[in-house]
């Protein structure tokens, strides 16, 4: 990530919004927790997009950080986990649009991010194919390599440049 300042910027509020932080207490894949893996994606999504033109990068950073703000623990939703794939991006969406206000652009990509696992969303912007691939980039590398081992990211908020090129450059971001 070249731009860590732009980043912070336009995830500063989120970063620091209570509802948000309680993302750190809910799991994801493994042992990730959904805050860590919503800074993981809107991170790599950001540096995918940073280089290109006719991007919205405030959308790109906004909506990936709120792709999963479900607030729930869907682990333990019984006969209705299979169902939480295809449940959780309009619940998502909502709770973000709610509570963050955000723009139907960015509501758009966090509701299609699933797919294809939500074959009858597919994105319709730039935005939203990128902030898709890179939660299934993130989410593998989840799967696959943080099982059963706490992840230690520092919030990018507090990331000066460097830092974050660093993470970026050894694959933490």
């Not at 006719?54 to 999963?68: G, P, Q, S, T």
């Not at 991010?113 to 969303?121: A, G, Y």
Request: charged share 25%; glycine share 6%; proline share 2%.
């Amino acid at each position: 990530m070249k731009n860590a300042e732009l980043f912070n910027e336009y995830a500063r509020d989120i970063l620091n919004h209570e509802l948000f932080l309680l993302g750190k207490n809910v799991f994801s894949h493994g042992s990730i927790s959904i805050y860590e893996h919503s800074v993981a994606v809107a991170a790599l999504a950001f540096s995918m997009a940073e280089d290109k033109k006719n991007i919205d990068k405030r959308c790109i950073v906004r909506a990936a950080l709120l792709h999963d703000f479900f607030l729930y623990e869907w682990h333990v939703w019984g006969w209705r986990y299979i169902m939480h794939g295809w449940a959780h991006p309009a619940i998502a969406a909502n709770k973000a649009r709610e509570v963050f206000g955000i723009n139907d652009r960015e509501y758009s990509c966090i509701r299609t991010h699933m797919w294809p696992w939500t074959f009858w969303r597919m994105p319709r912007c730039r935005e939203g194919w990128i902030i898709s691939m890179a939660d299934k980039i993130v989410a593998l590398k989840e799967a696959l390599f943080c099982r059963g081992r706490r992840s230690h990211l520092k919030d990018p908020i507090s990331l000066t440049a460097g830092e974050t090129e660093g993470l970026v450059s050894r694959g933490v971001y």
